[in-house]
């Protein structure tokens, strides 16, 4: 059985940072790209940021810069350490792995920034 698990989410101000995780089993973890995306309110579901499992990322225009996206092979985990905090950046976060015939996604994280 496929889990993707997040965690990290929570409330912070602007400006603050947070790290978001995702723990992934049952799939062979280095066949897959690894992904962060998130959907806020009223607002489709977009790509954050991806890492290959050569470790080449993408990042969206909007949080280049301010966000970073990590894998650990060895454990399983992708990992997405948000700083520069706008109010904008208010989701659910969801992890997602990739291999084009099989996707899989996590069940999502809350993320609200205000002050």
């Known amino acids: 059985q496929v889990q993707l698990v997040e965690s990290g989410g929570g409330l912070v101000q602007p400006g603050g940072s947070l790290t978001l995780s995702c723990a992934a089993s049952g799939i062979i973890f280095n066949r897959y790209v690894m992904g962060w995306y998130r959907q806020a309110p009223g607002k489709q579901r977009e790509l954050v940021a991806r890492?290959?499992?050569?470790?080449?990322?993408y990042y969206a225009d909007s949080v280049k810069g301010r966000f970073t996206i990590s894998r650990d092979n060895a454990k399983n985990t992708v990992a997405l350490q948000m700083m520069s905090l706008k109010p904008e950046d208010t989701a659910v976060y969801y992890c997602?792995?990739?291999?084009?015939?099989?996707?899989?996604w996590g069940q999502g994280t809350q993320v609200t920034v205000s002050s």
């Open positions: 997602n792995a990739d291999r084009r015939v099989q996707i899989y």
């Open positions: 890492i290959d499992s050569s470790m080449t990322t």
